[in-house]
């Protein structure tokens, strides 16, 4: 039996947040929660889960353009608005965890930043977290951009930009829009040379962390560094 229109619908998935909490909801409730009301005939518990099948799940559908989701039947500018708004409050969300006067003690949050900053470019990108001296954030730069076959890193950028920055060490990235992330032998030898080129101005590379579909790999960990 097909359960009713308000079991699947938002004033329920609403009522299991109050009494359970977020952590309860199913995706497709809690984004027929974001999304408050249907649209066209459709109930907003259908919406929800026509486009988690559509999309693939949240992480498509949160990672689609503005265009391919105002075409989508029950999305306008001011739901697609929504969902846009919700994928950015999760970047800062987690850079905030980050950049917030305290040293980095954990590695599962700078995993998680640099995971949601990259993972998703179409292209690759090449970004660094530079540090003070107590290995706290002081900024985060996207730095190179390359085609989807990789991008030209230029160890006298990262250095320039380290000085300027006023950093004591720094965290590289970047993203293998392949989703494999096993480090390149290119990978291994710019990591290197950045290494090298930092030393000499006394600046300290803690890792190289590269990001694909699964957990970051980091080069550091591997002994790469």
Same mark, same amino acid.
């Given at each position: 039996?097909?359960?009713?229109?308000?079991?699947?619908?938002?004033?329920?998935?609403?009522?299991?947040?109050?009494?359970? *909490? &977020?952590?309860? #909801?199913?995706?497709? +409730? =809690?984004?027929?929660? /974001? %999304?408050?009301? *249907? &649209?066209?005939? #459709?109930?907003?518990? +259908? =919406?929800?889960?026509? /486009? %988690?099948?559509?999309?693939?799940?949240?992480?498509?559908?949160?990672?689609?353009?503005?265009?391919? %989701?105002?075409?989508?039947?029950?999305?306008?500018?001011?739901?697609?608005?929504?969902?846009?708004?919700?994928?950015?409050?999760?970047?800062?969300?987690?850079?905030?965890?980050?950049?917030?006067?305290?040293?980095?003690?954990?590695?599962?949050?700078?995993?998680?930043?640099?995971?949601?900053?990259?993972?998703?470019?179409?292209?690759?990108?090449?970004?660094?977290?530079?540090?003070?001296?107590?290995?706290?954030?002081?900024?985060?730069?996207?730095?190179?951009?390359?085609?989807?076959?990789?991008?030209?890193?230029?160890?006298?950028?990262?250095?320039?930009?380290?000085?300027?920055?006023?950093?004591?060490?720094?965290?590289?990235?970047?993203?293998?829009?392949?989703?494999?992330?096993?480090?390149?032998?290119?990978?291994?030898?710019?990591?290197?040379?950045?290494?090298?080129?930092?030393?000499?101005?006394?600046?300290?590379?803690?890792?190289?962390?590269?990001?694909?579909?699964?957990?970051?790999?980091?080069?550091?960990?591997?002994?790469?560094?």
């Amino acid at each position: 039996m097909r359960p009713s229109s308000r079991s699947l619908g938002q004033p329920g998935a609403r009522e299991k947040l109050a009494v359970s *909490g &977020a952590a309860a #909801l199913d995706d497709w +409730e =809690l984004l027929a929660v /974001l %999304l408050g009301t *249907g &649209a066209g005939g #459709l109930p907003v518990a +259908e =919406l929800a889960r026509a /486009l %988690l099948d559509e999309f693939g799940g949240l992480r498509g559908l949160l990672q689609a353009g503005q265009d391919r %989701l105002e075409s989508q039947r029950g999305l306008g500018p001011a739901k697609s608005a929504k969902l846009q708004a919700v994928l950015e409050l999760s970047r800062r969300y987690l850079r905030e965890m980050l950049v917030r006067g305290e040293t980095i003690e954990s590695p599962e949050a700078t995993e998680q930043y640099l995971k949601s900053a990259l993972r998703d470019h179409p292209h690759e990108v090449f970004a660094c977290l530079f540090l003070d001296t107590r290995h706290r954030v002081i900024a985060f730069e996207e730095l190179f951009h390359g085609t989807i076959d990789g991008a030209t890193v230029y160890p006298r950028v990262v250095a320039e930009k380290a000085l300027k920055h006023g950093a004591a060490a720094l965290i590289a990235a970047h993203n293998h829009p392949s989703g494999v992330g096993e480090p390149s032998l290119a990978d291994q030898a710019i990591t290197r040379r950045l290494k090298d080129a930092l030393q000499l101005l006394d600046i300290r590379l803690l890792d190289h962390f590269v990001i694909g579909d699964g957990r970051p790999v980091s080069m550091a960990a591997r002994g790469m560094l």
